[in-house]
């Protein structure tokens, strides 16, 4: 009699999964992802996009946050430095878009070495602090360096050619961050299983065990900051071009609360989580403007003045009720609809 569920070849070892559903919902997730522009419309297909540079931004910050346990509010910073990276290289040096993102994510990278070696004996809140003064140094930097960066005018951000595959509408564009996305996602998953990833998981859990088992804190956690602000830079160009304009006031603070807030809301440490996160903060403003126009033209125009502040109002609200009610988020809410399901008509 079988013992037990056993993987018993290479290939086996190989594939990412090998659940039949979550095969299922991977096909249906492409298949949603690829037809999406034929049934949406400007708006809908602009607000998908965004959703998805949102979920590659989250996927960094899960790297960093979710795996390694370091808690960081200088995401916004290592955005500005992708944007301006891939808006410097591609509009003022006429370099090729593909050197664009490359560097995109390699000065983020580089920038990450000079805020985490400062930073690796700190934790907690005192790390949260330190990564948010690099956000705002990041930011003056920015402005100081007029002759580079063009200062608080910004730069105007075309959409790139790839290869002589122009991305100039909408839904080119649209398809070009779809791609970004799978590859960020197969890249997370792939590294979650290495041995840099489970060292990862190690220093979350328990950063003494993981020292007394041979694990390289120093090293580990500085190759998270790397990993992190690489893909957080990639998603920082992505947006500068979503933007079609690259500007400090483009990446407000909000943008560091509003990423921790998809982890929190998503699900701490789950890829899946932070994309599901992604599309509830983002989707969040305009089901609250739909609710908020259902309540009569006085309501729609107080949300319509005031926007930004009860946007993060709801990111508040968000966050302290899934702390309060599920600190596990959508994903664990996911997983004890699982369980009452299988369970069912029992209760445990």
């Known amino acids: 009699m079988r013992s037990g569920y056993f993987k018993e070849t290479i290939v086996e070892h190989i594939n990412l999964t090998d659940a039949r559903l979550q095969r299922i919902w991977i096909v249906i997730a492409l298949a949603i992802l690829l037809l999406a522009p034929l049934y949406f419309d400007f708006y809908g297909l602009s607000l998908i996009t965004l959703m998805i540079i949102t979920a590659i931004g989250a996927m960094g910050l ?109 839904q080119k564009f649209y398809y070009l961050c779809a791609a970004f996305g799978i590859f960020t996602i197969l890249a997370c998953l792939n590294l979650r299983r290495s041995r840099i990833g489970r060292a990862w998981i190690a220093i979350r859990d328990n950063d003494n065990a993981a020292r007394v088992m041979g694990i390289d804190l120093r090293t580990y956690k500085l190759f998270a900051f790397i990993t992190s602000s690489f893909i957080v830079g990639i998603s920082g160009a992505l947006y500068g071009i979503f933007l079609s304009f690259v500007t400090v006031d483009g990446f407000p603070f909000l943008l560091a609360i509003e990423a921790l807030a998809i982890l929190i809301v998503g699900g701490i440490g789950s890829i899946a989580g932070a994309i599901l996160g992604a599309i509830f903060l983002v989707a969040l403003p305009e089901v609250s403007s739909m609710v908020f126009s259902l309540l009569g033209d006085s309501t729609q125009g107080m949300f319509s003045t005031s926007a930004h502040e009860i946007k993060g109002l709801l990111y508040g609200l968000v966050i302290i009720l899934f702390l309060r009610l599920q600190p596990h988020g959508l994903m664990g809410l996911w997983q004890d609809a699982k369980r009452v399901w299988t369970l069912w008509p029992l209760r445990y």
Do not use: C, K
């Open 62 to 170: 899960n790297v960093l946050t979710g795996w390694t346990g370091l808690i960081s509010l200088g995401q916004t910073a290592f955005m500005v430095l992708g944007a301006y990276a891939y808006a410097i290289t591609t509009e003022s040096w006429g370099w090729s878009p593909l050197a664009g993102f490359a560097l995109a994510g390699i000065v983020p990278a580089f920038a990450s070495v000079l805020v985490g070696v400062p930073s690796l004996r700190l934790t907690g809140l005192y790390l949260a602090v330190t990564t948010l003064a690099s956000a705002f140094i990041v930011n003056h930097l920015v402005l100081e360096f007029d002759g580079l960066t063009n200062g608080s005018s910004g730069i105007f951000v075309n959409r790139p050619t790839i290869m002589g595959f122009s991305f100039d509408s909408d």
